[in-house]
């Protein structure tokens, strides 16, 4: 997913401000399941049967900054999943300008119901584990 730096994204020295950069990947784990040319209603309808009241929150994240993106940049969000667990997900996240990564993530995001950890309907793991590299 493409997302383009704007002065609202950089901080006073003209680089994106450090926060910025988890409203991009937060915006790229939004979009990887559609980028996978998956139907995100229809799967969050059918989670929804399954676990009503249902959500997904991020649990654990653990960034590694390294190098600065500055105002006008093209940058490149690149979302993969590395695990699929019965109540979460862990993601690996890149932000990239072209071939120079930026920022590493490695994000672990739980589903929950009712304030606890709940199963993630199948539907969902499926499309989740589909998407790992073979082992």
Not at 14 to 43: D, K, P, W
Not at 52 to 74: C, E
Request: net charge neutral; glycine share 6%.
């Amino acid at each position: 997913m493409q997302v383009r730096v704007y002065y609202e994204d950089t901080d006073f020295s003209g680089i994106v401000y450090h926060a910025n950069y988890l409203r991009f990947m937060e915006r790229g784990r939004t979009n990887h399941l559609r980028l996978m040319g998956a139907s995100q209603h229809a799967l969050f309808e059918q989670a929804q049967e399954e676990t009503p009241g249902f959500a997904f929150v991020v649990r654990s994240m653990q960034l590694d900054f390294l190098r600065p993106a500055r105002m006008d940049d093209v940058l490149d969000v690149v979302t993969w999943p590395i695990a699929v667990k019965g109540a979460s997900i862990t993601l690996a996240q890149e932000v990239r300008r072209g071939d120079e990564v930026l920022v590493k993530a490695e994000v672990r995001v739980a589903f929950i119901c009712g304030g606890r950890a709940q199963p993630i309907p199948k539907s969902l793991r499926r499309l989740m584990k589909a998407d790992l590299a073979p082992d």
